[in-house]
């Protein structure tokens, strides 16, 4: 590929993308790593900006990385050390890119939803999410179920943290998703869409699976999920038009976040066909 | 409470329950750990032997305290250094118990199946699941969801160990599960009790949503789930009588398998009211 490979660990260059596992320099430089052949393939058009393969991982996947050379990303082959020295994880698989971050400001993500010809704006709200696991596996729901986009407030984590994007699977570079939104301004830009807020408990007024149920998944609809240990912000209870429960059978008390989740996009997407 | 608290973190019966952390103690031992009230107040019945608690913790939960003390466990106050030595975690908050495995035989687990005269055998298959995580998150939803049972084959992680049980909140006691189980007594179990055996998959040949799935999810069934890694094991498939589809609108190419999970379960509890 020209020039030489490069070989330490200690490079500035390491460096600089070990850094960008760091919340406050991703937000500083704007971008973030991203690790594995799937996930930047996923990446696609996103601007990747560095692109770093194995020699091992340049002759695997020729195409991917000609394809992101094509869009102007700069490669450059390294060492296994050097890899392992940029991966958070052992799952790098030889590939690792520096990407722009790929949040989008709350206005242009309801005006994605609002436009949406095909169907009433469908949204997801994650009120202070702070675990990366069930944040990723939330927004990955939200792409494969055709929801618009997922609200992430102040106090969530960070979606292009590793760990998140991880979880996505590639459904962060799919979905258009907004970060540190305060619950006052997404309550606002809900109401300005006329977007009914529903919340998910398991006390809820509607059954999930009742006829009362049925206009309000098909109508103009923001799901607002919150974490395990501190549910939703009472904000949200209070500007909530009506809050939904998964009816239940067994003895236990209530679902995982993110399973819970899965169940009501799913219920969603299934009254809009 | 009578005794001397326990107050060194080097004492024999601190080592004794943090052996208890790996496998091959448990199984020899037959006992596991549980951290924290809830689940120990999930535990209920199932033989505690064991109870620490700090004296804040006493303080804070004595129904259950007491309630354990009722059914013949020994209750020892231990230190604050105590408790953190034996935790996995940061979330004992005071209060740790030795539990006998709940895990039960493969015969008894489908007796109870099909015993369950209030409708068909719903089972629950994990084959090689190794993600503690997703492990324990299906066994809640099949809890939630009104499954009879869950089937763990052999290389699906314990699902005593301590993640397992922390993410199935208290369900490991509720739902019926056997483990260590081979594909072969699973699928000879299944098909001598009548169950059908119904795999995922993203390119099924059943819509989750159409016509077809409806005798299927109300019948005797068992849902199999592999590792999002490596899948199920490819006897599974050829003793599958029908792969299902869960219908996905975005660019995600799968879900979750935890959310999968959640939602073909979710969508077969439907059927059945």
Redesign the interface.
């Known amino acids: 590929m020209g020039a030489d490979p490069l070989t330490s660990p200690r490079s500035a260059r390491v460096t600089e993308v070990r850094h960008l596992h760091d919340r406050r320099h991703r937000a500083a430089r704007g971008a973030f790593v991203v690790e594995g052949p799937q996930a930047v393939a996923a990446a696609g058009d996103h601007g990747i900006s560095d692109l770093f393969v194995t020699e091992r991982a340049a002759e695997r996947y020729p195409d991917l990385v000609a394809g992101q050379r094509a869009r102007g990303a700069r490669v450059t082959v390294a060492s296994d050390e050097v890899l392992e020295a940029m991966s958070e994880t052992r799952q790098s698989q030889g590939i690792i890119a520096v990407c722009p971050l790929v949040t989008t400001p709350l206005d242009t993500l309801m005006m994605g939803a609002v436009g949406d010809s095909a169907a009433p704006p469908f949204l997801v709200v994650l009120d202070r999410v702070n675990n990366p ?1 069930n944040a990723g ?1 939330v927004i ?8 618009n986009g997922v609200i992430m407030t102040e106090g969530s984590v960070d979606p292009h943290n590793g760990k998140c994007v991880r ?1 996505t ?3 962060l570079f ?2 258009a998703i907004s970060d540190g939104v305060t619950a006052t301004d997404a309550i606002a830009a809900c109401r300005s869409a006329g977007v009914v807020i529903v919340t998910a408990h398991a006390a809820g007024d509607v059954d999930l ?1 009742g006829p009362a149920a049925i206009p309000l998944l098909r109508g103009p609809v923001a799901w607002v999920f919150g974490s395990e240990a501190h549910g939703i912000d009472a904000q949200w209870r209070d500007a909530a038009g009506v809050s939904v429960r ?11 976040m ?6 009501c996009l ?2 969603t ?2 009254m809009r ?1």
Chains 1, 2 share one sequence.
Do not use: Q
């Not at 990955?140 to 929801?147: H, I, Q, V």
């Open positions: 696991g596996t990955r729901s939200a792409d494969a179920l055709g929801a979880s699977a590639g459904s799919h979905v699976d998964i009816p239940m059978t067994g003895a236990a008390e209530s679902l995982n993110a399973a819970a989740a899965a169940i799913y219920a997407a299934r066909r």
